[in-house]
Nanobody, 126 residues
Framework: QVQLVESGGGLVQAGGSLRLSCAAS????????MGWFRQAPGKDREFVAT????????TYADAVKGRFTISRDNLKNTVYLQMNNLKPEDTAVYYC???????????????????WGQGTQVTVSS
């Protein structure tokens, strides 16, 4: 079992920045790829970014490419999502997820993940 706890959400004006963190506990010694997803009111959950176990491979949704950066610190069992130049359409609940054995080029589908955090709200005002 892996437990995930997100933090760092909040209210920010358009053009601002936030950094989300996701702390993992439990069986974190396994080979887990990590991802961020988001869900806006009335919409389906959508992929945001994913990072491979060693951090050498990342993939981003087109909507956030160039503005968001995913990274991880395996010594701290934490994955981050740095969000710059935020837009009102980025408003959503952001979820962290862990997927066992996710390698390079995988991790854009929610079905690929085994564990999920409870989510953190990000609200961007115009």
């Amino acid at each position: 079992q892996v437990q995930l706890v997100e933090s760092g959400g909040g209210l920010v004006q358009a053009g601002g920045s936030l950094r989300l963190s996701c702390a993992a506990s439990g069986r974190t010694s396994s080979n887990y790829g990590m991802g961020w997803f988001r869900q806006a009111p009335g919409k389906d959950r959508e992929f945001v970014a994913t990072i491979s176990w060693r951090g050498g491979y990342t993939t981003y949704a087109d909507a956030v490419k160039g503005r968001f950066t995913i990274s991880r610190d395996n010594l701290k069992n934490t994955v981050y999502l740095q969000m710059n130049n935020l837009k009102p359409e980025d408003t959503a609940v952001y979820y962290c997820a862990a997927g066992l054995g996710l390698g390079a080029g995988r991790g854009t589908g929610s079905y690929e993940y085994n564990y999920w955090g409870q989510g953190t709200q990000v609200t961007v005002s115009s």
